[in-house]
């Protein structure tokens, strides 16, 4: 069945060090995929999605490109700050016509000391 | 904004003890789910509901049941809570209609503790 596999943390950075978390992915068809962000004490949001091969979804700094030929969609920011600290999770899509159910990786914990 | 809500943030409860997890989102959508999340495992889909009155298993529904009466309500049921049930709960919906269906919203969480 379609799969999700993060890099595994946790995974501690200086400020304004450059971030990439490495995630990749198996499925059937042609899914979208996801990166949520869970802060401290709260539920997960969207931070960037992409639909198709090649599309490059970005938000708050963060970037993430949609490569079909190795199956991934790393996460990476240029600059980190401590209030990024948070689990990050990559997801992808398991489409059917009444909407998709997400299949997320295990987490990366993030940590940025100032 | 969209607004997932559940109805503890933290609960404690005995082995053997009936429990619900209350979830109620605002923006009137037709999807909600049910996860698990542990360390190292990320979120697990326990049950997910398309609409009123449905409701489809997800990959781990062994000892959850769920209860969609309303659209805007999803419960989750531990019929008889066991110790390996301790973990935290999400609950997520979204909505097909609005052109965006894999985007989903989360709640805050319950953090459930069974003794």
């Known amino acids: 069945g379609d799969s999700v596999t993060q890099m595994e943390g946790p995974v501690t950075l200086s400020e304004e060090a450059f971030l990439t978390i490495n995630c990749t992915y198996t499925?059937?068809?042609?899914?979208?995929l996801f990166w949520y962000v869970q802060y401290p004490g709260e539920g997960l949001q969207l931070l960037l999605k992409?639909?198709?091969?090649?599309d490059k979804g970005s938000n708050k700094g963060f970037e993430a490109t949609y490569r079909k030929e190795t199956t991934s969609f790393h996460l990476e920011k240029g600059s980190v700050q401590v209030s990024d600290s948070a689990v990050y999770f990559c997801?992808?899509?398991?489409?059917?016509?009444?909407?998709?159910?997400?299949?997320f990786g295990q987490g990366t914990e993030l940590s940025v000391k100032p | 904004d969209v607004k997932v809500t559940q109805s503890s943030r933290y609960l404690v409860k005995r082995t053997g003890e009936k429990v619900f997890l209350e979830c109620v989102q605002d923006?009137?959508?037709?999807?909600m789910f049910w996860y698990r999340q542990d360390p190292g495992l990320g979120l697990r889909l326990i049950y997910f509901?398309?609409?009123?009155?449905?409701?489809e298993k997800g990959d781990i529904p062994e000892g959850y049941s769920v209860s969609r009466e309303k659209k805007e309500r999803f419960s989750l049921i531990l019929e008889s809570a066991s110790t390996n049930q301790t973990s935290m709960y999400l609950c997520?919906?979204?909505?097909?209609?609005?052109?965006?269906?894999?985007?989903?919203?989360f709640g805050p969480g319950t953090r459930l503790t069974v003794t």
């Open positions: 997520a919906s979204s909505s097909p209609a609005s052109g965006r269906p894999n985007e989903q919203y």
């Open positions: 499925a059937t068809g042609y899914p979208s």
């Open positions: 992409a639909t198709k091969a090649d």
């Open positions: 997801a992808l899509s398991d489409w059917n016509n009444q909407g998709g159910k997400l299949i």
């Open positions: 923006m009137d959508h037709e999807n």
């Open positions: 509901s398309y609409d009123v009155k449905m409701k």
